[in-house]
């Protein structure tokens, strides 16, 4: 080694060591990529991201399905049925003559004679239904009158609406023969019939009051008047009140 050379020894602290060492020695090297962590980090990664997309398109199903239930949504408009039948609405009908509890009868508008006459209690042994429509629609303060058998004043002209008055008295009828008798109160000549008059139709005649008015309806009901000599039976009623009545009265 000649003198111009100067003799030269790395210190352990010398940049190029300090650079080298401790990478050599692998303190402070980086460790090896593992090929297994890598994997295992990718498929959490696409784990979350399936469960996310899950609860997205549960939650879209949902938001669909609510949309549809509300007024605005996709569900067809409910079919609604026509009916002849006015909804909600009422009638009274008037009942009387032969049936067990006469009265009056709060019914569904377009109700037909058969249901009131149910209402009623139905008709006595001696009720002539056969001159009565109970297929005919009740209107609002009609009258139905079911007659005896043989009592004069039951029969209507084909086609009618037999045993069915107005609030006047007059016969309600569906199209028939203006021939016709009317049904219910009116009798022969005039005379208001005794089988089928209401209480208060008797009230109208001279020397009935509201109380011998029911007593005869009740009496009547109970089958005891068969004939107008018979009121003769109903207290209230002596010879000379059976005579006026007799001018007044049909059987």
Same mark, same amino acid.
């Given at each position: 080694?000649?003198?111009?050379?100067?003799?030269?020894?790395?210190?352990?602290?010398? *940049?190029?060591?300090?650079?080298?060492?401790?990478?050599?020695?692998?303190?402070?090297?980086?460790? &090896?990529?593992?090929?297994?962590?890598?994997?295992?980090?990718?498929?959490?990664?696409?784990?979350?991201?399936?469960?996310?997309?899950?609860?997205?398109?549960?939650?879209?199903?949902?938001?669909?399905?609510?949309?549809?239930?509300?007024?605005?949504?996709?569900?067809?408009?409910?079919?609604? %049925?026509?009916?002849?039948?006015?909804?909600?609405?009422?009638?009274? %009908?008037?009942?009387?003559?032969?049936?067990?509890?006469?009265?009056?009868?709060?019914?569904?508008?377009?109700?037909?004679?058969?249901?009131?006459?149910?209402?009623?209690?139905?008709?006595?042994?001696?009720?002539?239904?056969? *001159?009565?429509?109970?297929?005919?629609?009740?209107?609002?303060? !009609?009258?139905? %009158?079911?007659?005896?058998?043989? *009592?004069?004043?039951?029969?209507?002209?084909?086609?009618?609406?037999?045993?069915?008055?107005?609030?006047?008295?007059?016969?309600?009828?569906?199209?028939?023969?203006?021939?016709?008798?009317?049904?219910?109160?009116?009798?022969?000549?005039?005379?208001?019939?005794?089988?089928?008059?209401? *209480?208060? !139709?008797?009230?109208?005649?001279?020397?009935?009051? &509201?109380?011998?008015?029911?007593?005869?309806?009740?009496?009547?009901?109970?089958?005891?008047?068969?004939?107008?000599?018979?009121?003769?039976?109903?207290?209230?009623?002596?010879?000379?009140?059976?005579?006026?009545?007799?001018?007044?009265?049909?059987?």
């Amino acid at each position: 080694m000649g003198p111009d050379r100067a003799t030269y020894e790395r210190h352990p602290l010398d *940049a190029g060591s300090f650079g080298e060492r401790p990478f050599a020695s692998g303190a402070f090297a980086t460790a &090896p990529c593992d090929a297994g962590s890598l994997d295992r980090g990718e498929l959490d990664v696409r784990r979350w991201f399936a469960i996310a997309g899950a609860l997205l398109l549960a939650a879209l199903a949902v938001y669909v399905l609510s949309r549809n239930g509300e007024p605005g949504g996709r569900d067809p408009a409910p079919i609604r %049925v026509a009916s002849d039948r006015p909804e909600g609405r009422t009638v009274w %009908v008037h009942v009387v003559g032969a049936v067990r509890r006469p009265g009056v009868y709060k019914l569904a508008a377009g109700s037909i004679a058969a249901r009131a006459l149910s209402l009623a209690g139905g008709p006595l042994r001696s009720a002539d239904l056969a *001159a009565v429509n109970l297929a005919a629609r009740l209107e609002d303060g !009609q009258q139905l %009158v079911v007659p005896r058998r043989g *009592a004069a004043g039951g029969a209507v002209a084909a086609g009618g609406s037999a045993g069915l008055t107005g609030n006047g008295g007059a016969s309600v009828g569906t199209g028939g023969a203006a021939g016709g008798t009317a049904s219910g109160a009116g009798g022969a000549a005039g005379k208001l019939s005794l089988s089928s008059a209401t *209480a208060e !139709q008797l009230e109208q005649l001279d020397g009935i009051g &509201p109380t011998l008015a029911r007593r005869i309806v009740a009496a009547r009901d109970r089958g005891v008047l068969r004939s107008l000599d018979d009121l003769a039976q109903v207290e209230g009623i002596g010879d000379k009140r059976l005579g006026t009545l007799r001018r007044q009265l049909a059987p």
